[in-house]
């Protein structure tokens, strides 16, 4: 499969020999970024953001390729995240399609893809991944972690792992570890993908290519990453004009909401690499920031140490539900740490943070202003 | 495929051309049902209880199958539903594949199986058919109408289409219309069916049966039936023993609760037939109360006519949500009619009403005894 690599990307090299937290090392490989603002003569004011399961390293438009961002709302001159004070470093995960190394890279010592041939990929492989970046940039100490979604795993990972990296930390709708009906969605959307036989044990190409699973998996994603209550107002029962009915199908689309899972769909299969979507996929069921302690989350949390921290989550949310970002603030004060949670209301569920910038711009602003 | 009919179902032969709803007429066809208890003399102490999608008519064990029901629990001698003092009914759905006639029954005009040449099945139907089991059994009015989940919807589309037919109503977890959380998730469950190869657009066999797709939209189901807070308690992150796990398959099953899915997917699967399912579910989404009303459901709840109904609904489901049962109660209220709202702490979700008898008994039982 192709990568999905956005104009301007850079790239920062890995150690020749990157070890993976689950055993096994990736060979030559990279990872890529982009990056908003200038790092000042104290090397102090770098934010970094650490993204979701799919976006690229192209959160906001910039210099080396002017496209609208997948949070451009958020990030650039003046905005929440205020690129005239802070060097903002956006980093695409290890394992991923759109630039880093992962599953649809090439492994240097085949000629081939990786596909199922890469190694075990965990939340904390991506952590230490996106350090290398920060250290090759000349930054010892960041000013700031954020991570939304999966990112916020990653950034507690990172904050875990790599003591001193930071100073404050931002998790948005993140979570300390994986919930069993998270875990479930994510099984079935593997699942979905798997049983697709042209996903044929990873060995797809783009004449044969997993898309109904892909579809599949997709739709599954934006149902729990939306919400029920957001749904009620915005499709209803709403139906679909005749003319965007396909009458020859009994069970075809009828309603607006399938078409709007339709059209998802269709942007998303064939711009994500379904191995890589299995591997990212598997590492978020994985993580948990107690391993090392016995299963014990908190003792986790408690040990991780940055001088402050706010945990931002959504009510509606029902894949990393609030009681998660919760738990990271109880968790971070129970060590010591000055540790804030912030729930908001938005209708949008999990999604929250691309969308609703009228709750999240004031709620990111203000954290980062009293830095 | 063949149907799944219980032993000691009874029948109940529909007018030679029963009228469809939707247009077209099914001919010779039937209604399975169970009774529990005896009719009195006066003939008013029937109770009809209308299912979920996929239950059979076997509620609970009697003199023509003494093997466990359904809700064993809630329904017998001395039980909240009291076979001591209530002739019960429970109807299996039209449609169905486990007595009624449904997609899986031989069409009489053709010989072979219905398939995809059953007309198209709605809620208003199934209602439609269970009144004629009502009224074979020398039943002019029925002491009260329960309807669970899809069958809450029934028993709505019952008192609305025949004023009259019961002097109260009890609604469980069940809905006035389908909202478009629902319409998804039920979209994306036929959408597995109907992409599994196998399905062959309803053509398939035994040896040739849509088994992955039936599997995905049963792990759906399942996800959507419970509750993240009772997986929470239930599974947390427990990992299955090595001997459960195949270490061949590296996206394989690892977590309880992947496990406890393929367990359901599992008894499922061959035992429900894919196109019934098909029209079952697809008969959920197009049901709403107020189609004739303009789509205002609130105006066909205010036209139903029982001296007194319960509405009970569960905080933690997110397939049938709380809210669609606190309409039910209120747009009865606004009616004129003595309904009451209970909405139940229940962990377990949708399936509540199955599983949950410590809270589910006393909620129905009281409802009973006081008529």
């Known amino acids: 499969m192709t990568e999905?690599?956005?104009?301007?990307?850079?790239?920062?090299?890995?150690?020749?020999?990157?070890?993976?937290?689950?055993?096994?090392?990736?060979?030559?490989?990279?990872?890529?970024?982009?990056?908003?603002?200038?790092?000042?003569?104290?090397?102090?004011?770098?934010?970094?953001?650490?993204?979701?399961?799919?976006?690229?390293?192209?959160?906001?438009?910039?210099?080396?390729?002017?496209?609208?961002g997948w949070w451009e709302a958020m990030l650039g001159p003046g905005k929440a995240i205020d690129s005239d004070r802070w060097f903002v470093i956006c980093v695409n995960s290890l394992g991923s399609c759109k630039g880093s190394t992962g599953p649809a890279s090439i492994n240097p010592?085949?000629?081939?893809?990786?596909?199922?041939?890469?190694?075990?990929?965990?939340?904390?492989?991506?952590?230490?991944?996106?350090?290398?970046?920060?250290?090759?940039?000349?930054?010892?100490?960041?000013?700031?972690?954020?991570?939304?979604?999966?990112?916020?795993?990653?950034?507690?990972?990172?904050?875990?792992?790599?003591?001193?990296?930071?100073?404050?930390?931002?998790?948005?709708?993140?979570?300390?570890?994986?919930?069993?009906?998270?875990?479930?969605?994510?099984?079935?959307?593997?699942?979905?993908?798997?049983?697709?036989?042209?996903?044929?044990?990873?060995?797809?190409?783009?004449?044969?290519?997993?898309?109904?699973g892909m579809r599949m998996a997709r739709k599954l994603g934006v149902i729990t990453y939306r919400s029920a209550l957001e749904w009620d107002g915005r499709f209803g029962r709403v139906r679909l004009d005749s003319d965007r009915r396909d009458d020859e199908d009994p069970f075809g689309l009828e309603f607006e909401v399938e078409s709007y899972l339709e059209g998802h769909a269709r942007r998303f299969v064939r711009r994500f690499d379904p191995n890589c979507y299995l591997y990212l996929s598997r590492s978020m069921d994985w993580f948990d920031l107690g391993e090392s302690f016995?299963?014990?989350?908190?003792?986790?949390?408690?040990?991780?140490?940055?001088?402050?921290?706010?945990?931002?989550?959504?009510?509606?949310?029902?894949?990393?539900?609030?009681?998660?970002?919760?738990?990271?603030a109880d968790g971070l004060r129970a060590g010591g740490i000055d540790a804030q949670f912030l729930p908001l209301d938005s209708p949008q569920g999990h999604d929250a943070f691309l969308v609703d910038i009228e709750r999240f711009d004031p709620a990111v602003r203000n954290f980062l202003n009293t830095l």
């Not at 603002?37 to 080396?64: E, I, K, M």
């Not at 706010?310 to 009510?315: D, K, N, S, T």
Request: glycine content about 10%.
């Open 294 to 328: 016995g299963g014990d989350t908190d003792a986790g949390l408690a040990q991780i140490r940055v001088d402050r921290a706010l945990a931002i989550g959504v009510r509606t949310d029902i894949l990393f539900p609030l009681q998660q970002q919760q738990q990271v």
């Open 109 to 212: 010592r085949t000629g081939d893809l990786y596909r199922l041939d890469f190694p075990e990929l965990s939340v904390e492989d991506g952590a230490d991944a996106a350090l290398h970046v920060v250290h090759a940039l000349g930054i010892e100490r960041l000013a700031c972690v954020i991570g939304n979604s999966m990112g916020g795993m990653t950034a507690l990972a990172l904050l875990l792992r790599h003591p001193g990296v930071a100073r404050t930390h931002m998790n948005i709708s993140g979570a300390a570890h994986a919930l069993p009906f998270s875990i479930a969605i994510r099984s079935l959307q593997r699942e979905a993908i798997r049983l697709d036989p042209k996903w044929n044990h990873g060995r797809y190409d783009e004449a044969n290519y997993p898309e109904s």
């Open 4 to 68: 999905f690599i956005p104009p301007g990307t850079q790239f920062t090299t890995l150690p020749p020999a990157f070890p993976m937290k689950r055993g096994g090392a990736l060979h030559d490989a990279r990872v890529a970024y982009e990056t908003w603002g200038t790092l000042n003569a104290a090397r102090d004011n770098a934010v970094l953001v650490l993204t979701g399961l799919s976006p690229d390293a192209h959160a906001a438009a910039n210099a080396g390729n002017p496209a609208e």
